[in-house]
């Protein structure tokens, strides 16, 4: 299978721990975004990587939250002091670098904070 | 504040019957245009995109959208549901030069045998 892929695909967690989530965009796509969805909603933007540079973060990712792409091909997002409100799908999703922007989705880490 | 619209969030239809979702945007400027889809336990998958040219767009499994730019709206439509059409879908927006897709809150649709 040659789509973004996403792990662990669950995460159980209470409240204060540290957990990290990992994806692995689709091999040739140099962008790389983090969505968060909750139920109801649509996915929301978190932030964007072009290569290894994070060029790009929205407010809703606050101090706690922290995500890498060190070498420019897998990502990170760690979230510090986990709170019941961080209880979500996180979804990561990679692009070619040109200007349509069509971004192919993981399947997505459900966290559930206790 | 920019954002992308979805009415009607809970659709219920019966087989052979037509499907319309609405989608409209408050963004100005050249867009990007996406419809996605999630089926039951599975991941977003991409239904049809507008980028330019034709505004009537036609996707994967017999859906087409319809960008209106005066309307500022892509609609989706569908002439006859199945019932493997039973799931969520968004319509998202992503404004030219921006990176990120700002999505709608999604329509779940329910296809009755």
């Known amino acids: 299978d040659t789509g973004v892929s996403q792990d662990p695909r669950h995460k159980i967690t209470k409240r204060g721990q540290n957990v990290t989530f990992r994806c692995d965009p689709i091999s040739e796509h140099n962008r790389l975004y983090w969505y968060r969805q909750t139920l109801g909603q649509g996915p929301e933007f978190l932030t964007y990587f072009q290569n290894e540079a994070q060029l790009e973060k929205s407010r809703l990712l606050s101090d706690r939250f922290s995500a890498e792409r060190p070498k420019g091909s897998f990502s990170t997002l760690e979230i510090q002091r986990t709170e019941q409100g961080d209880s979500a799908m996180y979804l990561c999703?990679?692009?070619?670098?040109?200007?349509?922007?069509?971004?192919?989705f993981g399947p997505g880490t459900r966290l559930t904070v206790l | 504040a920019q954002s992308v619209s979805q009415h009607n969030h809970h659709v219920i239809l019966s087989e052979a019957a037509s499907l319309e979702l609405g989608c409209n945007y408050s963004y100005g400027g050249t867009v990007n245009l996406f419809w996605y889809v999630q089926y039951p336990g599975q991941h977003l998958q991409l239904l049809l995109k507008y980028f330019s040219g034709d505004p009537l767009v036609k996707g994967i499994k017999g859906f087409e959208a319809e960008f209106i730019k005066s309307k500022f709206s892509f609609n989706l439509r569908k002439p006859s549901v199945q019932w493997s059409d039973t799931a969520e879908y968004f319509c998202a927006v992503n404004p030219y030069g921006n990176n990120r897709l700002a999505f709608g809150k999604g329509n779940q649709v329910v296809v009755i045998p």
């Open positions: 999703a990679s692009s070619l670098t040109d200007a349509y922007n069509e971004q192919f």
